[in-house]
């Protein structure tokens, strides 16, 4: 479903921040852990004067993927799972606003994870994001 058939904007208030409370989320239904499915755009224009296309806009987003439906608890007391690697492999450009998300987060035994995630548009999926992690206890 599209970000309107899905529910209304949640807050993502498991992580801090002045970026990630500019981000207008909405889940989708089968978001669970570990396996998400929301819809991202952003309040903020990335640059005020001048319009910029929606690939960048969108580009600017993708990096949120691997905190959308985390499998563990983020955060003091809990995890850290940054990325240290983005790849994004597009076979369309993107149009619009909204960014999905559609992912699975995977953590190996030694600590290191990869996120795989389908980006969509509203007109459907236009590419994949793949995101290594580095997982550590806070």
């Known amino acids: 479903p599209g970000p309107d058939e899905s529910g209304g904007p949640v807050a993502l208030t498991e992580w801090p921040g002045g970026y990630i409370q500019s981000i207008e989320?909405?889940?989708?239904?089968?978001?669970?852990?570990g396996h998400g499915r929301a819809?991202?755009?952003?309040?903020h224009p990335l640059l005020e004067s001048e319009r910029v296309s929606d690939l960048a806009r969108l580009v600017g987003l993708v990096d949120t993927s691997n905190g959308i439906a985390p499998r563990v608890f983020p955060g003091p007391g809990g995890?850290?799972?940054p990325n240290?690697?983005?790849q994004l492999h597009?076979?369309?450009e993107p149009s619009g606003e909204w960014l999905g998300l559609q992912n699975s987060v995977t953590f190996g035994t030694d600590g290191i994870g990869v996120t795989s995630t389908v980006l969509h548009d509203e007109a459907g999926p236009f590419g994949r994001a793949e995101q290594t992690l580095t997982l550590r206890p806070l």
Request: proline share 9%; charged share 30%; hydrophobic share 45%.
């Open 84 to 86: 240290v690697d983005l």
């Open 25 to 33: 989320v909405r889940k989708a239904p089968g978001h669970e852990p």
């Open 39 to 43: 819809w991202l755009r952003t309040r």
């Open 79 to 81: 995890w850290a799972f």
């Open 90 to 92: 597009l076979y369309r």
